[in-house]
């Protein structure tokens, strides 16, 4: 999950770079999504092992 939302935020940085703002804002907001996810199942998984 991590590694995805990690794509799609160097897609993001190319697409800005290159002048797609469209594309850049969309893949930013994927990768930020990815990430939260990504952070909500972490919290998860390290809760349920403690217990």
């Not at 794509?7 to 190319?14: K, M, N, R, S, T």
């Not at 697409?15 to 996810?37: K, S």
Request: proline fraction near 0%; charged fraction near 5%.
């Amino acid at each position: 999950m991590l590694h995805y939302a990690l794509v799609f935020l160097v897609v993001a940085i190319i697409a800005a770079v290159l002048g797609f703002g469209g594309i850049a804002g969309t893949a930013a907001w994927i990768a930020q999504i990815l990430f939260v996810v990504f952070l909500i199942l972490a919290i998860v998984s390290f809760v349920r092992r403690k217990a």
